[in-house]
């Protein structure tokens, strides 16, 4: 690190948002030594990985040192290009999920940046200099990120999947091409690179969850998401079967952008799956139609599954179905090997994950018929790995599907099973709640939507919260991963009515670990 740039980046006015026509010291630091933001970039990641449970858009947004970081990323639409494509080579060289949570979250916050610059402490001078969204994109890309960055709808989501196959079909003329003048036949190697729409595409989570809710969704359901993708798809006349289709499509390009024969495999066993989980699911819709009709809520008993005909296994049938025919789809193999040098030593870890997410499409779209059982099914297998039967036996146990380095800390399975469970629930529900403002036009709605979906998930995050306390129990246990997990079940019972059942962990937190009340 040069001598300059590190009297730049240690002077007190690094420290203080940007407000004027001045270049803002860090960012003039960045220009002398680009190592310099590879090391600010390196130190936010290790962060991220050392504390798995971390809320980072807040984090991005509290921390003063990391929101003058995203402000000086917006002042240069070039250095955030090259920050993208620095955690993209790390993506791609690691694996790990933590780089692309970070990566989405500097995207996200960015964007929010232009959009609202004064909430972030930005002058109107400055903000009325930044330029529009699409100079921080590859220039080629510009509809698509009109695209992702527009309503989260199902018009929209015909809008991407058809760009999507537009790409598709330009690979494919390219590759035959290739093989009429005898050329070796390889798939095009610049699929994933950092200026590809499959890596500005995977940077919007939101649109991967919407397309596991279209996946598993059916006309009938009276859950608050299934009643606005009804109303979507009668206006725009499009059946259910095209429906899932399109999502068994764009889920499969996302998961293998690169292996054409496991993206079709995998498309075809997606598609199967849907179509086995709509067999059952009619019967459901009838049972939760009955039930609206009575105007009484309450989880079906054993009795009421035989005579509704809900079987009790549903979710663990579609689990082990999915486990049986999918994961194999989703092997290192679909990603290439030689992207950013020598990738022999490419980490799937995260694609692994990232494909388990496909799921928890049930339970977006049809939450009243999981029952705590099942979601403890469902839930248990998204976030380990683990297929268990409905009466909680194991069937397969895979290694145990991790984020990252930190549960090199936990001391046992237990507390693996329970961090992985945490980080699960509580990131899923962070796409969530980016997901509900863009759909619910009534702000009650977007909030009776995400607090049913905690109350789901709520049983299983209370079993690994307690299992974590063995944990937190540990003399040399990091004070940051107790503040994080204390700041995170604040924030849920504070946000979900009549579900505040995490108080007494909470003053036990309090009392144990002298945090503020």
């Not at 730049?8 to 190592?35: A, T, V």
């Not at 402000?71 to 250095?79: D, E, G």
């Not at 500097?106 to 929010?112: E, G, M, T």
């Not at 036949?185 to 690179?193: A, D, N």
Request: overall charge neutral.
């Amino acid at each position: 690190m040069g001598t300059i740039a590190a009297e730049l980046i240690n002077h007190s006015s690094d420290h203080i948002l940007p407000s004027d026509h001045s270049i803002p010291p860090r960012l003039l630091s960045w220009h002398l030594d680009p190592l310099i933001l590879r090391h600010d970039l390196s130190a936010m990641l290790q962060e991220v990985i050392r504390r798995p449970l971390l809320c980072l858009r807040k984090e991005l947004y509290n921390r003063m040192e990391w929101r003058i970081i995203i402000i000086c990323l917006v002042c240069c639409p070039t250095i955030f290009m090259e920050m993208r494509s620095l955690l993209h080579f790390w993506l791609l060289a690691t694996g790990l999920g933590s780089v692309l949570e970070l990566n989405n979250a500097l995207v996200s916050s960015a964007l929010d940046i232009l959009l609202k610059p004064m909430s972030w402490g930005i002058s109107i001078e400055l903000g009325q200099r930044f330029p529009f969204s699409h100079a921080y994109f590859p220039s080629q890309q510009s509809d698509l990120l009109a695209i992702l960055t527009g309503p989260l709808s199902y018009k929209g989501f015909l809008d991407l999947v058809s760009y999507i196959s537009a790409l598709v079909h330009l690979d494919n003329t390219r590759t035959r091409c290739s093989s009429q003048k005898n050329l070796q036949l390889q798939p095009s190697k610049g699929l994933v690179k950092y200026n590809s729409a499959w890596y500005m595409i995977i940077s919007f989570p939101i649109w991967f969850s919407y397309a596991t809710a279209l996946l598993f969704h059916r006309e009938g359901s009276q859950d608050y998401l299934s009643e606005t993708l009804s109303k979507e798809i009668t206006a725009e006349s499009i059946s259910d079967v095209s429906l899932v289709q399109r999502a068994a499509f764009y889920l499969s390009w996302l998961l293998c952008p690169y292996n054409h024969d496991q993206r079709e495999m995998l498309s075809n066993n997606i598609l199967e799956i849907s179509h086995s989980w709509a067999r059952n699911n009619k019967k459901c819709v009838s049972y939760q139609s009955t039930v609206n009709n009575r105007r009484k809520l309450r989880i079906p008993t054993a009795a009421d599954s035989e005579k509704f005909h809900v079987p009790v296994n549903t979710i663990s049938s579609l689990v082990k179905e999915f486990d049986d025919r999918c994961v194999k789809c989703c092997s290192p193999t679909a990603f290439p090997q030689a992207q950013v040098g020598n990738l022999s030593d490419l980490h799937p870890l995260y694609f692994n994950l990232l494909h388990q997410w496909i799921p928890l499409g049930v339970l977006l779209v049809s939450p009243s018929c999981v029952n705590e059982q099942n979601c403890d099914i469902l839930l248990r297998y998204t976030s380990t790995g683990q297929v268990l039967e409905s009466n909680g036996a194991r069937v397969k146990t895979k290694d145990d599907a991790t984020n990252d380095g930190f549960l090199g800390s936990c001391i046992g399975t237990a507390e693996r099973w329970a961090l992985t469970g945490a980080y699960l629930i509580f990131g899923w529900l962070d796409v969530v709640e980016d997901m509900a403002p863009l759909i619910f036009d009534c702000e009650d709605k977007c909030h009776s939507f995400v607090s049913q979906l905690r109350n789901k998930t709520g049983p299983y995050l209370l079993k690994c919260v307690k299992s974590l306390f063995k944990t937190l129990e540990q003399p040399n246990q990091d004070k940051d991963f107790v503040i994080d997990l204390h700041n995170r079940l604040l924030n849920w019972d504070k946000n979900v009515q009549g579900c505040e059942i995490f108080g007494d962990v909470i003053l036990e937190m309090n009392k144990k670990f002298n945090l503020p009340l």
